[in-house]
């Protein structure tokens, strides 16, 4: 029996879009998964911006685009990302907490109970504050558009780059154990600098050149930023998780969204 491409298996992974059932995935699976993330991030993107473009040109407001687009995203990954960034913001405040420890193993044990503290309620409302308030400065349908693609394939660049070679797992098993060092750092990078390109288009022909060189470097930024923050979970949590490739996606997707909105406006 064939194994189904690997776009079909990132998709299940990643969404809650019916895939073919993709069972005895090895690392070698996970790999070339991960290679097809970006462009999930693109179709995704897509289909967000596709219905806040939608509603700007059917006479909606800019604010219930945005809000509808941040929606749909969020239907098509199940919520998943934001619970994976409410439970790294929660694992990372048990950090020198009396309650939990003050070592990585106390923080790991918090992030895996099924509550959600004060501080993943406080990340999963700031960060959607943030993606809807950019996706809302956008001035018409193609900028909310090309905005959406923006966000979207940056979290999922962050992803991709977090799970190179060298950097390790925090727990021996799970979601994050598959993942973890399993993509040749030549071939993050390579996707960085061709999303780079992409935005940079994308850019161009939305609001000229200066645009596009805007959200090219916007995006580069944006990856260098969750490089050094992922170096920082690694020191402190002993490595990457399921639930800190959740907050990857939407933190980055937040900043980056937030950058192209400074360029586009």
Do not use: Y
Not at 53 to 79: E, F, H, P, R
Not at 174 to 203: N, R, S
Not at 219 to 229: C, F, K, N, R
Request: contains cysteine.
């Amino acid at each position: 029996m064939s194994r189904p491409h690997p776009l079909l298996v990132a998709a299940g992974l990643f969404t809650v879009v019916p895939m073919p059932a993709a069972l005895d995935l090895n690392r070698g699976d996970a790999r070339r998964a991960l290679a097809w993330l970006p462009t999930l991030g693109l179709l995704l993107g897509a289909c967000a911006g596709a219905v806040g473009a939608g509603v700007v040109l059917v006479g909606g407001t800019q604010l219930l685009a945005a809000v509808l687009s941040v929606v749909v995203l969020q239907l098509l990954v199940g919520g998943m990302h934001l619970d994976g960034l409410a439970d790294t913001f929660d694992g990372l405040a048990a950090v020198g907490s009396r309650k939990a420890g003050r070592d990585a193993a106390g923080a790991l044990q918090v992030m895996r109970q099924p509550d959600i503290g004060a501080m993943g309620v406080v990340s999963i409302g700031c960060v959607l504050a943030v993606q809807i308030a950019a996706l809302a400065a956008a001035s018409g349908a193609r900028s909310l558009f090309v905005l959406a693609l923006l966000g979207s394939l940056a979290g999922r660049l962050a992803v991709l780059v977090a799970s190179r070679r060298g950097v390790p797992s925090a727990r021996a098993g799970g979601f994050g154990a598959l993942f973890a060092g399993v993509t040749p750092p030549a071939i993050a990078w390579l996707h960085v600098v061709v999303g780079a390109g992409g935005v940079g288009a994308l850019g161009w022909w939305t609001a000229g050149a200066p645009a596009g060189i805007g959200l090219a470097a916007v995006l580069l930024v944006g990856i260098a930023g969750s490089v050094g923050w992922t170096r920082h979970l690694a020191r402190v949590l002993g490595g990457v998780t399921g639930d800190i490739f959740g907050a990857m996606i939407e933190v980055t997707t937040a900043v980056v969204l937030l950058g192209g909105a400074l360029v586009l406006t």
